[in-house]
């Protein structure tokens, strides 16, 4: 089974902190999705990466950054946290651009910043 | 604009059999997703449709009808697991996919 692992479930952060959320898969996926999910709202792309070292802007980039230095492991960066980040959080990944392309999620990282 | 239109939240009873309606608005099209998403975990993969018709996998079946930009996804034999957020999302013509905001189904014995 693909796994797609995120390191905390849970965090609580303050106003202004460096937020790092990792994800790290182990099926050799090229591709790899940070999304966030809100109630009431669908969810949202903030980057992804379908290479080593490659990034890419989704549809709500700003305040965050991504690192991909392995191709099993995606960060999410909050360089200053804020409260409109308070969020869950989910990475995905998948094997191919075209076709299917069936993502494979985390369990999410659930963000309070306070 | 894009859009994915579904309902918030439905209810069913065990046993029975739920059709969930998906409807969409995008610049193109590459394929449509189901996935379904129980509370606190992360979604699965349920179907995906990128011809006109019926797909069948079990007790869960996903129609699809390009022209009319609708999609639905039918539940049959309820079961008190089926309780979840089911999510619907197009792959556009660049090939992104665009989310709907989840149907919750309820199921009550």
């Known amino acids: 089974d693909v796994k797609v692992t995120q390191s905390s479930r849970y965090l609580v952060k303050r106003t202004g902190e460096k937020v790092f959320l990792e994800c790290v898969q182990d099926?050799?996926?090229?591709?790899m999705f940070w999304y966030r999910q809100d109630p009431g709202l669908g969810l949202r792309l903030i980057y992804f990466?379908?290479?080593?070292?490659?990034?890419e802007k989704g549809d709500i980039p700003e305040g965050y950054s991504v690192s991909r230095e392995k191709k099993e492991r995606f960060s999410l960066i909050l360089e200053s946290a804020s409260t409109n980040q308070t969020s869950m959080y989910l990475c995905?990944?998948?094997?191919?651009?075209?076709?299917?392309?069936?993502?494979?999620f985390g369990a999410g990282s659930r963000l309070t910043v306070l | 604009g894009q859009n994915i239109d579904q309902p918030t939240e439905m209810t069913a009873t065990e046993g029975a059999i739920v059709q969930i309606n998906c409807t969409y608005q995008?610049?193109?099209?590459?394929?449509l997703f189901w996935y379904q998403q129980h509370a606190g975990e992360a979604p699965t993969f349920l179907s995906y449709?990128?011809l006109d018709g019926l797909e069948e996998k079990g007790r869960f079946s996903s129609f699809l009808s390009r022209s009319k930009g609708y999609s639905y996804l039918l539940l049959k034999e309820l079961q008190m697991k089926d309780s979840a957020s089911y999510l619907c999302?197009?792959?556009?013509?660049?090939?992104?996919?665009?989310w709907g905001a989840g149907t919750k189904l309820i199921i009550k014995p």
């Open positions: 995905a990944s998948s094997l191919s651009e075209s076709g299917a392309n069936v993502l494979t």
């Open positions: 999302a197009v792959k556009d013509s660049n090939y992104q996919l665009i």
């Open positions: 099926m050799d996926h090229e591709n």
């Open positions: 990466s379908y290479d080593v070292k490659m990034k």
């Open positions: 995008t610049s193109g099209f590459n394929g």
């Open positions: 449709n990128v």
